[in-house]
């Protein structure tokens, strides 16, 4: 079964930068659209960043300029590098097959000084 593991998660100040991954087993997910999603506990899980088999992104408009997605396909691998953080992205990251309910189990981002 396909499973998809998200990883990189963790504390960082204001300003600061992660980069969190996204690896699927079993599976090359070259033919996948990939997405990022983020959920704070007591809202609904919210759309972060899409990525299309052909590298095109798209973003939402709160990271838009902040945050780039991108793939390895030769690696099953989809990337967030997030730059200049702030306390509002602090969420688990979620990454997922678009369009389908194939979810990793979430990553902890949490930025705070």
């Known amino acids: 079964q396909v499973q998809l593991v998200e990883s990189g998660g963790g504390l960082v100040q204001p300003g600061g930068s992660l980069r969190l991954s996204c690896t699927a087993s079993?599976?090359?997910?070259s033919t996948w659209p990939m997405r990022w999603y983020r959920q704070v506990p007591g809202k609904e899980r919210e759309f972060v960043a899409h990525i299309g088999i052909d590298g095109q992104a798209i973003y939402s408009d709160s990271v838009r300029g902040r945050f780039t997605i991108s793939r390895d396909n030769a690696k099953s691998t989809v990337y967030l590098n997030m730059n200049n953080l702030n306390p509002e992205d602090t969420a688990v990251y979620y990454c997922?097959?678009?369009?389908?309910?194939?979810w990793g189990q979430g990553t902890q981002v949490t930025v705070s000084s």
């Open positions: 079993e599976i090359i997910i």
């Open positions: 997922n097959r678009a369009r389908y309910d194939l």
